[in-house]
């Protein structure tokens, strides 16, 4: 069975860092592709960043501010990696992150201004 854990979400202000993980389990990591999802109140789910773990290869959704959100993997550890910099209000959202059909439970990240 595969099982996605998102995790490290939180509550920081304007300007501040948080790194989000999504912990993988039931497939060999670098075979598939990740990526990181969120829904912010009143809109539909926005892809932010997929990561194909295999070759490293990245794609980030059109409405990302190049720089501030980065994704990883680490393929020893199973995991990837969201790192977000210079949060703003904007990026308040409930985060998910998927591999094929299966989704992780959210992790919520709050931004105040």
């Known amino acids: 069975e595969v099982q996605l854990q998102a995790s490290g979400g939180g509550s920081v202000q304007t300007g501040g860092s948080l790194r989000l993980s999504c912990r993988v389990s039931?497939?060999?990591?670098?075979?598939?592709?990740i990526g990181w999802w969120r829904r912010a109140p009143g809109t539909e789910r926005e892809l932010v960043s997929c990561?194909?773990?295999?070759?490293?290869?990245?794609?980030y959704g059109g409405s990302v501010e190049p720089g501030r959100l980065t994704i990883s993997s680490d393929n020893a550890e199973n995991t990837v990696y969201l790192q977000m910099s210079s949060l703003k209000p904007e990026d308040t959202a409930v985060y998910y992150c998927?591999?094929?059909?299966?989704w992780g439970q959210g992790t919520l990240v709050t931004v105040s201004s």
């Open positions: 998927r591999t094929m059909r299966y």
């Open positions: 039931g497939v060999t990591l670098d075979d598939y592709a």
């Open positions: 990561i194909n773990a295999g070759d490293g290869e990245t794609y």
